[in-house]
């Protein structure tokens, strides 16, 4: 539990871990959810948003489908209407429109018998914005469908994240939420270059820009007026010859990730609630078409009002497992090392939990309750 001076409440996160004896997991998710009050924020039949990451094309480290399916008609027995939602991409691929995005989502195993909606339209300009009057923004540019449901449900697979060091609960619906527009002015200061000694020019990155901003002529050039700082070039090279610029920008990054979930929950007032399931924690997000060896073991599902609160919880719990050998981590194998700061050792992964309690979107205080 971590201590704060900028926000004197203390939420509450409820955990089920993935050691059963007498109740099954899938038991422990129906109690996690009834103790923890998610039919608290309903009203009478009201469409409800379950807000996923869907998984690209070729990842496989995304939420089983299975345990949506469990929330689903947790919310469906209290006489309320669940769906599945997500956002169109920012880059090309099998997310960047509704259609390809609704195919992938069904491919993926989502076909679960509830409705797959894409929250900003055919192709991501259906939007309306969001006061917010922030340091980094004065509005959010969120995907209308979030106006229209009653409620959101973020079910966010957590795991690390190259930029941000992990990616929970905010990320989810911070980027999730937003249309077009919005993503790109989030990514907008996050530029990366070619480590011109490393470069063996392949040519794997150019294949792999959505907006074309990579060239190759003796090594790979990136054209910084068209990057859009989506992070797919750093992800496939084998080479490790694309780098970020690790400054100011990575902050102002987690700024405005803080700042567009705070404009979904301040939206919503109060009809959100989080959950995070660490399993499969891998090293990368799930925008990228492949999945690598979860950095530790599956450990279970947490349960919260607060997204600030559950993400903290997240990255305690992770911390203070052992770490998986044959994964990416270098050396913080041993429980309490920290393994976002093993894997990205220039990121300031607890600034953006700091930025987002200091705006006001919730505690970094917390205290865990488990369910048995």
């Known amino acids: 539990m971590r201590k704060s001076d900028h926000y004197k409440d203390m939420g509450e996160v409820f955990f089920a871990s ?34 996923l990451h869907f998984g690209e094309k070729g ?30 991409a920012l880059y090309s691929g099998a997310r960047s429109n509704a ?3 609704i195919r992938t989502a069904i491919e993926n195993g989502f076909n679960i018998g509830y409705p797959i909606i894409i929250g900003d339209g055919l192709l991501g300009n259906a939007k309306e914005n969001v006061e917010i009057n922030k340091k980094q923004f004065k509005q959010a540019s969120i995907a209308q469908l979030v106006f229209s449901c009653g409620a959101v449900v973020s079910i966010a697979h957590f795991k690390c994240h190259l930029l941000t060091g992990f990616a929970g609960a905010i990320k989810n619906i911070s980027m999730g939420c937003a249309a077009k527009e919005g993503k790109l002015k989030m990514h907008s200061t996050v530029s990366p270059y070619i480590d011109k000694k490393g470069c063996i020019s392949c040519g794997l990155c150019v294949s792999y820009c959505p907006v074309e901003a990579i060239s190759m002529g003796t090594v790979a050039a990136i054209d910084q007026k068209k990057c859009i700082g989506c992070g797919m070039c750093i ?23 803080a700042e ?39 450990i279970g599902v947490l349960a919260a ?15 203070n497992s052992i770490g998986i050998e044959e994964s990416k981590l270098k050396k913080a194998f041993a429980k309490g090392e920290d393994k976002f700061k ?31």
């Open 99 to 101: 259609v390809d995005h």
């Open 342 to 372: 093993d894997l990205f050792p220039k990121v300031d992964w607890e600034y953006g939990l700091d930025y987002a309690e200091r705006i006001g979107l919730g505690s970094r205080r917390y205290t865990l309750k488990e369910i048995v």
């Open 18 to 51: 993935m050691r059963v004896e007498k109740t099954g997991f899938l038991e422990k998710i129906d109690k996690l959810l009834s103790t923890s009050g998610l039919a608290k924020i309903f009203g009478e039949n009201e469409l409800v948003g379950l807000k």
């Open 235 to 257: 992800a496939v090279c084998k080479e490790d010859a694309i780098k970020i610029n690790w400054d100011i920008e990575l902050t102002v990054f987690q700024e405005r990730l």
């Open 305 to 319: 009002h607060d997204p600030v609160a559950i993400d903290q919880a997240s990255c305690d719990l992770v911390n």
């Open 59 to 88: 990842n496989t480290s995304y939420i089983r489908p299975l345990f949506v399916k469990r929330i689903a008609r947790f919310i469906e027995g209290k006489g309320r209407k669940p769906f599945l939602f997500d956002t169109t």
């Open 260 to 298: 567009y979930c705070y404009a979904v929950a301040h939206l919503k007032k109060g009809k959100m609630f989080y959950i995070n399931f660490l399993m499969n924690v891998t090293p990368s997000c799930d925008c990228f078409p492949k999945s690598d060896t979860p950095i530790v073991s599956d």
